[in-house]
């Protein structure tokens, strides 16, 4: 079994590079030894300690020549998302560090322009690399520099609208941009829509011939018709044929076209990207990838390889977590999406919809059971909301599971289009809260505050997972105005949960434990800790009181007004912005009031969260059971 004390050595050639200048001392035919090194470091490092793997392994060769032709970090390289950029890390001084990679205090799996000047942006959400990149060329010509913008964006990525907004700039300016569009024909789950056709209709030419054999035949008409038609018929070929290659796209865009190209031939990269450098203005190279290349499972098996999260034997891709910890209690997201099928099995007005999750979010048993009323629209947050908004005004009831992090790119069409039309939109909002590994690009901290300021628009959180049920059926039942709930990552308590649902009183919240002096009024399935931190109290002969809000809007102002007069020391706890959040609410409902118990909010600081495990950073913070002691005690000794 592997633990974490073992790290992996780097092979011979990657143990001398330190910085891309070691790689450039290398000759070409030395660089496929490099990329086999690189891709065994990748996986043997991953094996041992988790993190994204599929991706990173998809672009060794790209990686590789990228860092050989180019000059970073003067010539800036842009990774869209970033997942895939362990060897980008690694090859650019991170190499010992790297099994560090995504733990508490380490580096992080994304690209951070604070951990490396190789780093020329901070990513984690997808799609905007190439809106970086024009805006690093634009600099670069403003300040009269000559050096070079690279984008990477995966084919997934391009799905998000604000590559093409970039695509569209770029193309309508003169700077120089170079996209590589690393096309493997997978988002985390398959790619979805036209585009994705698009580019898999040339590649594996299915439209493009037969469409060809038509142009042909029909030349063939022509042909036997004189020199004239011959003519008209040649023209025509070339323009067929023009207008089918993936290049029409982009070039269309007012970019220059190259590609499609093996993008595991690292010197024919090479080559291209060095012929590349000399041409001026807006281009895209178009490389076809395989993700996962080189580890058998993982290119077999896709989607579960995106990511891994525990040890595995670096041949076969068995499992080596210890059987003891293999069950637990299931995922709140797999409650969601069980929860979900049944809700849609009775009501047939259910529809649901995800940006690119359907593993993550766990909607894939109700696309399953229901393929034509769920819905992968890519990675486009925005349209999903909106699209989501739009079967609502025909009485469609939309589930629309979204991570909160990923919500935030939605937030104009949660006012716009959803609050303003007072359409009953359900929001799932997955990886509320802290989520650890994935760090500060990912948690789900600003959802609560961010939403609070909307009108027509319930905001709520379930202690546990039987809460979670039955807040969405009565969503599912609620018609008058959109409603959202968040849930974070991870485990849901294990409990056993009841067939069926039941309603839920809207606004209302729930007394846990009667206290005498202090109430801890938790929001969410974090209120676990309130049970654990009380039980420990009370055998000091402390008795805290605990409230389960349920709903941070509309705020349960009857048990306000009770807990007020029964205490003296509130204390608010939730997993999210103390600022504008729950506690917030709390707040400003007892700003209004005369005589008020003292109050203490206990949430996400005012700054940005780094990563680690989901308990490292409820400690880092206080919001976790010794947290709660201490500020009880703390408002007792004051009091
Ligand atoms: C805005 C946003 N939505 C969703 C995600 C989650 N996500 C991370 S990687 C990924 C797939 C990206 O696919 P692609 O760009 O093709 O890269 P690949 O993993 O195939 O190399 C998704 C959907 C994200 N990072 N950002």
Redesign the pocket.
Known sequence: MLNNEYIPKPGQLLAKIDSPDDLKKLAPEQLQDVCDELRDYIIDIVSVYGGHF??SL?VVELTTALHYVYNAPEDKIVW??G??AYGHKILTGRRDDFHTNRTYGGISGFPKRSESEYDAFGV????TSISAALGMAVAHDLNGKNNKAIAI??????T?GQAFEALNNAGGMKSDILVIL?D?R???DP?VGALKEYLADVTSSRTFNKFRDEVYDLLGHFKSAGEKMRKVASRLESAMLAALTPGSLFRSLGFKYYGPMDGHDVNGLRKTLEDLKEVKGPKLLHIVTV?GKGFAPAEREQTKW?AQSSPFDKITGDSLKPNSIKKSAPKYQDVFGEALVELAEKDERIVSMT???PSGSSLWPMMNRFPERAFDVG?A?QHAVTFAAGLATEGKKAFCAIYST?LQ?GFDQLVHDVAIQKLPVVFCIDRAGVVGADGPTHHGAYDTSYMRSIPNLIISSPLNEQDLRDMMFTASEYDEQAWAIRYPRGASTGMEVRKGFQSMEIGKGICLREGESVAILSFGPIGKYVTEAADQLSEEGIEIGHYDMRFAKPIDEELLDEICRKYDHIITLEDGARLGGFGSAVAEYLAEKESKPTLKIMGLPDRIIEHGTQEELHAEVGIDVEGIIKNVRKVLIKA
């Open positions: 599929g991706a998809g869209d998302v997942h895939q984690g959400h997808s799609s964006i995966g084919d997934g990525a391009m998000g690393n493997n997978m988002s985390i790619n993700k995106h940006p690119a999750m990675i947050e990923f790119r």
